[in-house]
């Protein structure tokens, strides 16, 4: 029997980007709950978030941002080996968002598969296809973290909606003669699963909602039930305190274990590209893992908001065109969210 | 083991760090929110620091009892005996 041929090494060959056309201001957050602009730049640093607009899907965003990142690598998506999409907001448990991506990119007959690992989900993406190239399973492995959030968040509460944005980011990982892709810290949690979860599941709208109305995004009036009506279409919610403690104190650790694994120090690095969760989560966790200030720090949340699994490949991108010469530098990256769960590792940046 | 005024002065040190406030004016019948302006998140960043630093656990649920800054200082101090 054979058993395939390993490869030492793995890089991230190009990133890509698809950021969607609506604005959404501070102001227009403060038509839904009662807040300021003011407030929420000191406690989020968001000043805008894209939205989708109605007809966009996820997978028409992780299309655009997967075309950007085949271009950068100079790859056709004939070419891929594997499709790996992270999301959470793809609205079908079956068939998967990457099924229909791969075809869509010309990736037919590739392997593909949905990852539901949150705002981590990226990071694992890149676990996943280092592996995958390095076993010699895979050559080109296609990770897009892409997001609709706005579908599943409800804008008059106020413990996460106002933070989120939509959008999707890529990359295109591949063999490489030189280490790219420093060993993956990863990991989950599950007694605070309920940090960050949903009010219901979908079954609740199955069995709840009133006549003629289930298809509805949120169903509103005679609601003769013990479901309150506005509940009944699933929505995110977050215990912002746990959350922001676990982010601060668990992360710092797994990134610095991500530093170590990799044998890199902090100012070896030339970027630093945490989960685009809250500003001041991107400053407590460079002030504990001591970056310096030679390197650059990606602050993509403030035009961008919180963009679950697209945050750090569009904040890394972003870094790459506005700072070229990024480029051949070491990146940390660190995702981290609803599951709990967790993933961080060295780049090299392409 | 810190006495009272150790952690009085070491909380001062982190509230300093977190918010510029100067150290003097983390007195112990001072509000973190009232009096000293503090917000939830940078009551948490104030919160982790202070477990590092004195080595004691702050669970979620009784942060909200720590109004004052006595109320912390007497916490730790408990917390450290235990």
């Given at each position: 029997m054979n058993q395939n041929p390993l490869r030492e090494h793995t890089r991230v060959m190009g990133f890509g980007s698809y950021r969607p056309d609506i604005i959404v201001t501070n102001e227009d957050v403060c038509q839904w709950i009662d807040s300021s602009d003011e407030w929420i730049r000191q406690r989020t640093g968001i000043v805008t978030r894209h939205r989708a607009a109605e007809d966009v899907s996820v997978i028409d965003m992780a299309e655009g941002a997967a075309r950007d990142a085949l271009a950068a690598a100079g790859i056709d998506g004939s070419q891929?080996?594997?499709?790996?999409?992270?999301?959470?907001?793809h609205p079908y448990p079956t068939p998967s968002g990457a099924s229909l991506l791969a075809e869509r990119l010309g990736a037919t007959p590739a392997p593909a598969f949905d990852i539901s690992a949150a705002c981590a989900g990226y990071c694992y993406g890149v676990a996943q296809a280092d592996s995958l190239v390095r076993s010699g399973t895979s050559e080109y492995v296609l990770v897009v973290g892409a997001e609709k959030l706005s579908d599943i968040i409800d804008n008059s509460e106020r413990t996460i909606s106002f933070l989120l944005g939509d959008g999707a980011g890529a990359v295109v990982i591949g063999p490489s003669d030189s280490p790219g892709i420093g060993p993956s810290i990863w990991g989950s949690d599950g007694s605070k699963w309920d940090a960050i979860s949903m009010t219901?599941?979908?079954?609740?709208?199955?069995d709840h909602a009133p006549e003629g109305k289930a298809a509805g995004r949120i169903a509103t009036a005679n609601v003769e039930d013990d479901v309150?009506?506005?509940?009944?279409?699933?929505?995110?919610?977050?215990?912002?305190?746990?959350?922001?403690?676990?982010?601060?104190?668990?992360?710092a650790k797994v990134a610095q274990q991500a530093l170590d694994a990799a044998g890199v120090k902090p100012e070896e690095l030339s970027a630093f590209v945490p989960h685009q969760a809250n500003m001041r989560i991107i400053d407590e966790l460079a002030k504990k893992l001591k970056i310096p200030d030679s390197v650059v720090i990606a602050r993509d949340i403030a035009d961008a908001g919180n963009t679950s699994a697209a945050s750090i490949p569009l904040a890394t991108h972003r870094l790459l065109q506005e700072n070229p010469e990024l480029s051949g530098g070491l990146s940390l990256q660190i995702g981290f969210g609803a599951g709990l769960v967790f993933g961080a590792q060295v780049i090299a940046l392409p | 083991m810190a006495s009272n005024e150790e952690i009085q002065a070491g909380l001062a040190e982190i509230v300093n760090e977190e918010t510029g406030l100067a150290p003097e004016a983390v007195e112990l019948d001072k509000s973190f929110t009232d009096d000293l302006d503090i917000d939830s998140i940078s009551m948490m960043t104030i919160v982790v620091n202070a477990e590092e630093k004195f080595g004691v656990r702050i669970p979620d649920e009784e942060v909200k009892n720590l109004k004052t800054v006595g109320d912390a200082v007497t916490y730790i101090s408990n917390a450290q005996e235990g």
């Open positions: 891929l080996d594997a499709v790996i999409l992270s999301t959470v907001t219901g599941s979908s079954l609740q709208l199955r309150a009506a506005e509940s009944l279409w699933p929505t995110l919610r977050q215990d912002g305190q746990t959350v922001f403690r676990w982010a601060v104190w668990e992360m | -």
